[in-house]
């Protein structure tokens, strides 16, 4: 005769943060932000599990992208990656602006200059990430870190804009979601600033376990902020 299970098959499901980086662009052979989103892949955060996801960077079709994954996994929290070459510390962005303004093309040769992400939306969304409890939780992991007020004006700030739009939406089901964007430095081999990828690993690992643990922002005295 079957037995029940010793426990419910019917838990609720682990709460979902969602972690995404970006192809290669540019011509270049890697992009951190990818590395480090598959390395945390399947990582257990404070009761919240972690599930990367890659996004085109192409205007357009990284957002279609990003809808795909919040309908499916409803994560608790979203934390897109993306690299910036030329910074030398994981930068924590505060805002996306409602523009597109691309220096070069993206990976399917679309180069939008002064369009809106969304036309008719507001000017700019600031995330609901605790962006100073983040940092604080970085530097004491022993990776350098800023708090960045701008994503810049490509596919990494049409997405951080494009993230806050999609879960500010009016009955999008994912009301009390949060979201942000981390940008991070080139690695060693793609030229300098660099950090080696293990330090961003960690770096990140330690953001979104003081993301998760602080449901509020913190204040904290001057130098988180460049
Ligand atoms: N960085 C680019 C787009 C993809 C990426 O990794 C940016 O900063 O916009």
């Not at 590395?35 to 085109?56: C, N, S, T, W």
């Not at 357009?60 to 910036?84: E, F, N």
């Not at 939306?121 to 609901?128: D, I, K, S, V």
């Not at 009390?176 to 990828?197: D, I, K, N, S, Y």
Request: charged share 10%.
């Amino acid at each position: 005769m079957p037995h029940d299970p010793p426990f419910s098959t019917h838990l609720p499901a682990e709460p979902v943060i969602l972690l995404t980086g970006f192809d290669p662009f540019g011509g270049e052979q890697h992009n951190p932000s990818l590395l480090i989103a598959q390395a945390l892949d399947g990582q257990r955060i404070a009761g919240h599990r972690v599930v990367a996801a890659r996004l085109p960077t192409v205007f357009g079709a990284s957002l279609q992208q990003l809808q795909a994954l919040l309908a499916a996994h409803r994560p608790a929290l979203t934390v897109c990656l993306g690299q910036a070459g030329g910074r030398a510390a994981l930068s924590l962005e505060r805002i996306g602006i409602n523009l597109n303004d691309a220096r070069i093309p993206d990976n399917r040769g679309q180069q939008p200059i002064d369009t809106a992400v969304v036309p008719g939306g507001p000017a700019a969304y600031f995330t609901n990430l605790p962006v100073k409890a983040m940092w604080r939780a970085v530097q004491r992991a022993g990776v350098p870190c800023e708090v960045s007020q701008t994503a810049g004006t490509f596919v990494c700030n049409h997405v951080l804009y494009g993230l806050m739009h999609l879960l500010s939406a009016p009955g999008s089901g994912l009301e009390g979601a949060r979201g942000g964007f981390v940008h991070v430095p080139w690695l060693p081999e793609q030229g300098t600033p660099h950090l080696p990828l293990r330090n961003m690993v960690r770096g990140i690992h330690a953001a979104l376990w003081a993301a998760v643990l602080t449901p509020a922002d913190i204040t904290l005295g001057a130098g988180a902020t460049h």
